[in-house]
């Protein structure tokens, strides 16, 4: 069984996982709209990737028997400004996802809660890889700029992420 500290710090992270696919989501949509297809692509699969996680959550809330209380999620914003902007929105977003799981890693620690503690190094090494993959992403813009032909190239190759593959900074796109 759960405690109610470490059964509520994960059913408040399931919820921070869906804002997470959310704003992907809405970011995507954004980008769709303005014919960056490939970058829109990518995020469409990030946000995939965020319920997946948030579904991780979830099964293992329940197999711990503990109760599953999903609260509203808040609307993401609509609107974004240029690419570059956006994938700093998101690298900051991530950044913040990262302290969340680090402080519920804290909490099962402080629980002694051996096997939510075990459960979340996956999320973890899941936080590493994601930042290293926005960064990444946003080095290449940030060197290409929002204009130009050289962001298309590299809107051409957001569209060959597949989803389930493992994220790498090398290969982000």
Request: with cysteine; proline share 2%; net charge negative.
């Amino acid at each position: 069984m759960l405690s109610s500290t470490m059964q509520n710090a994960l059913n408040a992270q399931i919820n921070k996982e869906q804002y997470s696919s959310q704003l992907y989501l809405a970011m995507s949509a954004h980008l769709d709209a303005r014919k960056y297809k490939g970058f829109a692509h990518w995020l469409r699969v990030q946000a995939g990737e965020e319920t997946e996680h948030a579904m991780k959550l979830l099964d293992f809330v329940m197999e711990r028997c503990a109760t599953l209380e999903l609260k509203p999620i808040a609307a993401p914003p609509s609107q974004f400004d240029g690419v570059i902007q956006l994938f700093e929105l998101a690298l900051t977003h991530e950044k913040e996802n990262t302290a969340s799981i680090h402080n519920l890693f804290e909490t099962a620690r402080s629980e002694k809660d051996y096997a939510s503690e075990i459960t979340l190094h996956w999320y973890v090494t899941e936080q590493v890889a994601e930042e290293a993959v926005i960064t990444a992403v946003l080095d290449h813009l940030r060197a290409v700029g929002d204009q130009g032909g050289a962001i298309w190239y590299l809107d051409h190759r957001m569209s060959k992420r597949q989803r389930g593959e493992t994220l790498n900074p090398s290969d982000a796109y």
